[in-house]
């Protein structure tokens, strides 16, 4: 009897326990794991780009109808026949690919200054010795709470002096000072390991070489974010390229888009028009890069604030 059941338990082993399925490491699921948790997450994402995308469907179906089917009393976003008359007459009453081209400068100016200058500075905090450094990061930290709008009469007048109003210098220059984008550089790079800088220099790197080799290649993540952020920022600038600039040939896509005007008041369609034009090019570029958008974000953690 015991040498049959010793044969028995040997013909049959035991069954090893089954683990728990355990979630990679890396899933960004926060309300626990399980099928209700990604329901309710899927759910609640569909509802907000839903809510998100009402608007923007709304100036799309407003743009393509005339003023007098605009106008007609309804909640329905469409409420007559489909025509690019709008588009047609800011295209032919503004010099709209004068002003693109004006505004892909600036853009790409402004961003590749701003973050150039916010790298330099953000390292010199972060890594630094110098006297007044404490002093000079608490002014920097202290400019990002002054609104942009208190600025512009000051800023105005020193163009008007230098004798710059109407030039590219005037719009692209008083928008590389940027406080946040030094400041969360500095955070950054406080981060990185002082070791792999110190073993540079042991093998007789230069700072700059340091700075170009070690920390640039390690930041990649953040500056990207960055550029984004800054590339977005100036391409929607409207205030400051407003104030300066009177010249036609010299305006940007938002600025010059809002200078066509109909004589008969508001024109709700041509409205809608303009703001879609102005904000196409970044749409295409969000379809282009939206996955190297979303990492830069996501790994940085700018998107929550």
Known sequence: MTVSATATATATPARPRRRPRREDSGSPMLLGHGRLPRVLAGTALTVLAVVWLLPFLWAVATSVQSEQDVTKPGLSPFKGAFTFAAYRQILERGNVPTWAVNSVLVAVLVTVITVGIS??????????????????????????????????????????????????????????????????????????????EDAARIDGASEIRVFRSIVLPLSRPIVAAVAIFVFIGAWNNFMWPFVVTNDPDLMTLPVGLATVKDAFGVQYAQSMASALLAALPLIVMFLLFQRRIVNSVATTGLGGG
């Open 119 to 196: 790298t330099l500075a953000a390292y010199g905090f972060s890594r630094g010795t110098f006297r007044g450094r404490r002093a000079l990061l608490a002014v920097t930290v202290a400019a990002i709470m002054v609104p942009p709008q208190l600025l512009i009469v000051p800023l105005f007048e020193q163009m008007t002096m230098f004798g710059w109003v109407d030039t590219y210098a005037a719009i692209i220059l008083p928008q590389v000072v940027a406080p946040m984008t030094v400041f969360i550089l500095k955070r950054f790079f406080d981060g990185i390991p002082r070791e792999l």
